[in-house]
């Protein structure tokens, strides 16, 4: 009986497991057409993303749905085994942890595992220098004693005294070394591959065993340059099998500006990467109410304070606060990884926020916005420079079409009078929310409560909002000021903070 948990769940903010069942199909199917011709085959599929945009989640759900439907699956988190130098060690270990587990039950099938993976470890670079990496890498600038000398540790040179007359044989007897362990790699490496083709030749056999047996590879782009491109080189030659099936998660670009530093800026990073990639796909862009709530997710907001929004519960399908980002940030067309550096500086702020003081959220996620969009309209708004509100409107260069809903009150024209009759919800000007909060967060709390704003109609109830965060008692000298005035501060200096991804 299979399991029929679902591994995505509410988790899956940005909506991935529809991208995961096109892949499974395609990548299952793919391997049936390939075995029904008699030619099955290896395959290594690139996931591309952006660093942040769930590629990690991705991979460790679309592997959990494949274990549940009988596939044999591996996942190896490079960057968790970067400290090794050799990527076999955590590669192998990785992949007999994974599978002895599921093949204890499959005699056959565990015992050629064994066998593989027995020839794999002959693999892994010892420690030290083996003489075939010290002669293609060193020799040029080694000197003959100290050839000498590291022919002589091997056991190879007994008489010390007949150095000079052996000089140019020690050379020759050190490149025949050096050819000898090349070939024995070789010919390790074929056996290995074989040993793991009779795995798959075993599991073929096997009803409650899917194929093909998929790797899945994360992390990649975070790992050291050396490390990455020996594990891409292992995945390639060690691994390439038929029946064996490679999805591997890297930013190629992102990637190859890593290599590049160490290569340098005239290798051709990009185009040697993609020679170890069958195919790459894309994971799709997210929707931007879906991005808004996989950041909401990530970033806890709604655990870091009370926010006051203006758009009430019910008007949206999602969250008030969630329904407002997302109008915002689409309103000031920003990138998704705009976005993401938006949300960074809210999460800085709202840690640092005090505690029990309201948060006007459109005014702050405002500030913070106009400070990733343009330094010069930030500093404009920090330091109060705009003179009116023709200059403020043509800054923010907002379209008539960037508009909000929220409950107001309504009203009905009798003759030449307009009444309120009730209250109803209604569209206004994104522009008109901003410049609200632009004109009344100058007030002294004095000048807020003379006002006497009402706490339903549209923009009044935004005055009334403030005018409750003001202090009801202080000296009679005192003039004091709403929290908004001090929404700026908090953003330059939480501003400082950005992404190093």
């Known amino acids: 009986m299979s399991d029929t948990t679902d591994n995505w769940g509410s988790d899956d903010k940005l909506g991935r497991k529809e991208a995961a069942d096109f892949l499974t199909s395609y990548l299952i199917k793919r391997y ?21 945009f769930g590629k990690s989640f991705f991979l460790q759900r679309w592997s959990k749905d494949l274990k549940q439907l009988n596939y044999p699956v591996v996942f190896f988190n490079a960057w968790e085994n970067d400290f090794c130098d050799d990527p076999l060690i955590g590669f192998i270990a990785e992949i007999n942890e994974s599978l002895a587990d599921k093949f204890k039950e499959i005699p056959l ?84 591959k074989k040993k793991l083709g009779r795995l798959i030749e075993a599991l073929e056999k096997e009803a409650n065993v899917q194929l093909p047996l998929f790797i899945f590879i994360d992390e990649l782009d975070r790992c050291r340059p050396t490390y990455a491109i020996e594990l891409l080189e292992a995945v390639k030659h060690l691994f390439g099998v038929p029946g064996v099936y490679f999805v591997v998660a890297t930013n190629l670009e992102q990637l190859g500006h890593s290599i590049c530093a160490v290569y340098g800026e005239k290798f051709d990073s990009e185009r040697y990467l993609k020679r170890f990639f069958d195919q790459e796909y894309l994971l799709p862009s997210p929707e931007n109410a879906r991005f808004t709530a996989f950041l909401f997710s990530q970033y806890s907001f709604s655990e870091l304070g009370k926010f006051y929004s203006v758009i009430e519960e019910g008007i949206y399908p999602e969250p008030p606060e969630q329904a407002l980002f997302t109008l915002l940030c689409d309103s000031f067309k920003l990138s998704l990884r705009d976005r993401e550096q938006v949300a960074v500086t809210l999460q800085a702020v709202l840690l640092n926020w005090p505690k029990d003081e309201t948060i006007h959220f459109a005014y702050l996620l405002f500030l913070i916005i106009a400070k990733q969009i343009s330094s010069m309209l930030y500093l404009k708004l920090a330091d109060k420079n705009f003179q009116n509100d023709a200059g403020f409107r043509a800054a923010l260069n907002l379209n008539d079409s960037a508009l909000f809903k929220t409950r107001s009150l309504v009203s009905a024209r009798t003759g030449f009078q307009e009444e309120y009759i009730g209250e109803g919800t209604k569209e206004f000007p994104i522009y008109e929310l901003l410049s609200t909060y632009i004109d009344l967060r100058n007030k002294t709390c004095d000048e807020l409560w003379k006002k006497g704003f009402n706490n339903i109609r549209f923009p009044d109830k935004i005055g009334y909002a403030i005018s409750q965060d003001c202090p009801r008692n202080y000296s009679s000298g005192e003039k004091p000021v709403p929290p908004i005035s001090d929404y700026a501060r908090r953003v330059s200096q939480s501003g400082q903070l950005v992404m190093s991804k």
């Open 32 to 52: 049936f057409l390939a075995r029904n011709r008699e030619h099955p085959d290896t395959f290594v599929l690139n996931i591309k993303a952006d660093w942040g």
């Open 109 to 192: 099938a565990k015992r050629h595992l064994d066998q593989a993976l027995a020839v794999g470890r002959k693999l892994i670079k010892p420690v030290g220098l083996s003489i075939a990496s010290l002669i293609t890498k060193q020799l040029s600038g080694l000197s003959i004693e100290k050839l000498h000398e590291l022919y002589a540790s091997s056991g190879e040179v007994a008489d010390d005294s007949s150095e000079k007359e052996d000089e140019p044989s020690l050379i020759s007897q050190c490149a025949e070394l050096a050819l000898k362990e090349h070939l024995d790699t070789k010919e390790t490496i074929t056996l290995f």
